[in-house]
């Protein structure tokens, strides 16, 4: 993305127009004496962007100004957005805007911020697919996000600057504390939206998976009943002569009684003579027989191995009698005792060994079992044919039943309701979707990874700031969104450190992002960054001091070094971002004078507020009531 502010302009109640003019490619630098209005040039950006807690002063400069605006530059083309006063304690909703960056000589309401606020974020490359991907207490789930949720990465403001455990603005807003985590990864490119749509699609399909397969097993189980029922009829139906007795299937019973009652046709069905029932009852006396004979023959075996265990017990002393062997001298006795040891040893391996023979017989025994089951079930649903005659009364009576009865299954039922390729179409759609899907552990530890290393180069261009904690390397917290130090070839952090050192960990890990952002080429960041009053932690700020003696005014003698290497480290980002061919903009609000930068390259002086003779609001205006 590209970003630029070309020019902050205020149209003045007494007709004029005030202008700041920023460059892009420097550290634009306004400094001056304290109450000029520096840092409502943070207020004044962000009112013009949709903010709705202005801390834009009334004193000064509210009661001097009609309307706010930015001439910007975004993505190559050129936008002014202007914002009307406030209006007591109410913020305007009164909006000019310029898709050609034209500025007004008094600017008009020509566009509702709903629509102005698609133009920007469309710049940003928001839209509807841009949501929240978890609930918080005020963040909901897939809600869109709000370009202004990602400025947090483009302001420091003096409450932020130098804070020990807060690194990010607006953390005293319950909407941004809970924004920060849910789109820090979008941020540094940990994820994408297309990843986190696959993340949200992964979740959808294992969730109609499992409810397909709960669905399949109710199926299954309905499917069951109805086959017992089916079961049930046929038999009946046979028993009354209905349909045929002998056939190859229970497919083919059920094609025969489906037959008869939708031709609602009964003839007479003749059957063997021969009972075939007889057929299965001598079937299953034949395997109870065999079951029978392996059984006893397991028993008998059982009995034999008990024995040898009991042998083995007889034969135990044995172990205790050969310890003392060498001290027996008759040959014949201690022959005698091999005799035995050997046996004993064989009677132990004879009972711990299981023969070839024992497991053929254990998948016999399986084997029978499951024949005799299925044998009884054959049996079970086998018809009680009494072969004496049977009068067509009785026989369309049963009929009746048996039709009412396969009335009560819906037409289809006989049908797959193809909840099993739903399944399987389904299935094949996550392995897909995990397949193009990115794990956020391995994307996000390779993102902190590299971002350290961002961070490292300008701790180490500014480790003589850093003190005890120059050979100390970026250790980014990413739970709590924060800067520690490592101590090198250690795994323990740094504990508390000076509001110099918290000064300088807030800008290294603020240019070590936007450099890391840049050269991944993520939209929703702005290449743009504004920081307020950098240098306070080297100022007694309890007095009113003039900021073209800061360097006289600096707390401690080499603090004046360090208000130059805050220069340095900006100008060192500014000259990396250039020769990368990349574009950044620095805002900094200051109270030092211009030989805190005279060894930099890239910076430009927008203005001096010494608030005698300049500053936001021209002293000869605001003076008039």
Request: with cysteine; hydrophobic share 35%; net charge neutral.
């Amino acid at each position: 993305m590209k970003f630029c502010i070309n020019k902050i302009i205020l149209w003045l109640k007494n007709g004029e127009k005030r202008e700041l003019l920023f460059q892009k490619n420097k550290v634009n630098v306004i400094t001056g004496n304290s109450d000029t209005g520096k840092s409502t040039i943070l207020e004044i950006i962000d009112y013009c962007f949709f903010g709705s807690e202005s801390g834009i002063p009334d004193e000064h400069i509210g009661e001097n100004v009609d309307w706010y605006g930015l001439n910007l530059s975004m993505n190559e083309k050129c936008y002014t957005i202007a914002r009307g006063k406030k209006k007591g304690t109410r913020y305007s909703n009164s909006y000019y805007f310029s898709g050609v960056g034209v500025i007004p000589d008094l600017p008009n309401e020509s566009i509702g911020e709903d629509e102005l606020k698609e133009t920007i974020e469309r710049e940003f490359g928001i839209n509807d697919k841009v949501v929240f991907p978890y609930n918080g207490k005020i963040i909901k789930q897939n809600t869109k996000i709000s370009f202004r949720y990602f400025w947090m990465f483009n302001t420091q403001s003096g409450d932020v600057i130098t804070h020990s455990q807060t690194y990010f603005d607006k953390q005293h807003k319950e909407r941004y504390r809970e924004a920060l985590p849910r789109i820090f990864d979008l941020a540094t490119g940990i994820t994408t939206i297309e990843n986190l749509s696959l993340a949200e699609k992964i979740m959808r399909l294992e969730k109609e998976i499992v409810k397909l397969e709960k669905k399949e097993k109710e199926e299954l189980a309905e499917e069951e009943k109805k086959d017992d029922k089916l079961y049930e009829l046929i038999k009946k139906a046979k028993e009354f002569k209905l349909i045929p007795i002998q056939t190859n299937s229970f497919n083919e019973d059920v094609a025969n009684l489906s037959l008869i009652v939708k031709n609602n046709k009964l003839d007479l069905v003749e059957f063997p003579e021969n009972d075939l029932l007889e057929e299965l009852l001598k079937e299953r006396q034949e395997i109870i027989l065999k079951i029978r004979k392996l059984k006893s023959f397991s028993g008998r075996y059982r009995k034999y191995k008990n024995k040898l265990s009991k042998d083995a017990e007889s034969l135990k002393p044995i172990e205790y009698l050969k310890k003392y062997i060498d001290n027996i001298e008759n040959s014949e006795y201690k022959k005698f005792l091999n005799i035995l040891e050997n046996d004993y040893y064989q009677i132990k391996e004879t009972i711990k060994t299981k023969m070839p023979f024992e497991i053929d017989i254990e998948n016999k025994l399986n084997n029978l079992e499951e024949q005799l089951k299925n044998k009884e079930e054959e049996i079970n649903k086998y018809p009680k044919i009494d072969f004496k005659p049977i009068s067509e009364k009785e026989r369309y009576i049963a009929f009746g039943e048996i039709k009412a009865e396969i009335n009560k299954f819906s037409e289809g039922t006989l049908i797959s309701s193809g909840t099993r390729e739903k399944i399987k179409e389904k299935t094949k759609e996550l392995e897909r979707a995990k397949k193009s899907f990115i794990p956020l552990e391995e994307s996000r530890a390779n993102t902190i990874e590299a971002l350290n290393e961002y961070i490292n180069t300008y701790i180490q261009s500014a480790k003589d700031v850093f003190g005890t904690y120059s050979d100390y390397k970026a250790s980014f917290d990413y739970k709590d969104k924060k800067l520690n130090l490592r101590k090198s070839k250690s795994s323990e952090c740094a504990g508390h450190t000076s509001s110099s050192v918290d000064l300088f960990r807030h800008i290294c890990l603020f240019l070590g992002l936007h450099e890391m952002i840049m050269n991944k080429d993520i939209a929703y960041v702005a290449p743009f960054l504004i920081l307020d009053q950098p240098t306070r932690p080297y100022f007694n700020s309890s007095k009113k001091l003039n900021y073209q003696e800061s360097k006289s005014n600096t707390k401690d003698k080499d603090d004046w070094t360090k208000v130059r290497r805050i220069f340095l480290l900006l100008d060192e980002f500014i000259k990396n971002v250039v020769e990368n061919d990349k574009e950044m903009q620095l805002i900094v609000l200051e109270h030092v004078s211009t030989d805190a930068w005279e060894d930099c390259n890239y910076v430009h002086l927008v203005e001096e507020f010494d608030g005698i003779k300049n500053a936001l609001i021209p002293p000869n205006i605001a003076e008039i009531k």
